[in-house]
């Protein structure tokens, strides 16, 4: 996302399933074509899965780039919510899905699809489910936490045979370690509003996904996440998301 202020930061649902029994799922199968992953910057991306174009937390200036038919936003804090870049970003008949306290900062009508914690919703082709994202001790003041548990979402996308999960803004929750069959994982590393690399890579050898991917990793050092997963068989991924320097 173009320069980013971290703080400012850092299809109809269905009845919510107990925490954090989390999502169970079929084996894992090696990660497929399915749902390719665009970098753009920290906390924004999208996938392309065929004609299907869906964004995660556009901002900043994202001209030239494809249109979103689905757009999936975490939480409230200025690096994940742009109203200007998401309706500069979504097609007229996108579908929007945002938790209740986002949808709260935006213009009436501007979610399509209020999604709480453990909700799934069925968009085409893909289901998504948003999954909690939180901290647990961190946050601005004694008291206070950067992200409280119930605000935000990270998202668990299931199409063919790709189970893609995308943690937001969190810490190592009970949630997180408790995802079974994740094909591909993007996991955040960045102090003080998540995790460090370490944490990061206890939870990822927790749930075992396939394959993890670091993201929205501003000033976090990699090769100490790398090395705490060496001799666990996840691939860690790579993926350029500070094209203009960290």
């Not at 009970?174 to 996991?187: F, I, K, S």
Request: aromatic share 6%; net charge negative.
């Amino acid at each position: 996302m173009l320069p980013v202020l971290l703080l400012l930061a850092c299809g109809t649902p269905t009845a919510p399933s107990p925490p954090p029994t989390a999502v169970s799922a079929p084996a894992k199968t090696e990660p497929s074509a399915d749902l390719e992953l665009h970098p753009i910057e920290h906390g924004t991306l999208y996938f392309t899965h065929g004609d299907t174009v869906l964004w995660l937390d556009p901002v900043g200036s994202l001209e030239g780039h494809p249109k979103a038919d689905v757009v999936l936003i975490t939480d409230i804090h200025g690096d994940h919510l742009d109203a200007d870049a998401l309706s500069a970003i979504r097609k007229a008949d996108a579908t929007v899905v945002a938790p209740q306290p986002v949808a709260a900062q935006l213009p009436e009508g501007a979610v399509t699809t209020v999604l709480a914690n453990d909700a799934t919703t069925t968009i085409g082709a893909l289901s998504i489910t948003a999954t909690p994202m939180y901290n647990h001790t961190r946050g601005p003041e004694p008291g206070k936490l950067f992200h409280d548990k119930g605000r935000g979402n990270g998202y668990l996308i299931e199409v063919g045979a790709e189970r893609v999960y995308i943690a937001g803004d969190t810490a190592c929750t009970d949630e997180m370690r408790a995802l079974t069959g994740v094909t591909h994982a993007l996991v955040p590393m960045n102090l003080p509003y998540t995790m460090p690399p370490e944490e990061a890579a206890d939870c990822v050898r927790s749930f075992k996904p396939v394959k993890v991917t670091p993201y929205h990793h501003r000033g976090s050092d990699l090769d100490v996440f790398r090395a705490a997963l060496e001799g666990s068989d996840v691939v860690v991924g790579t993926a350029e998301f500070y094209p203009n320097g960290e």
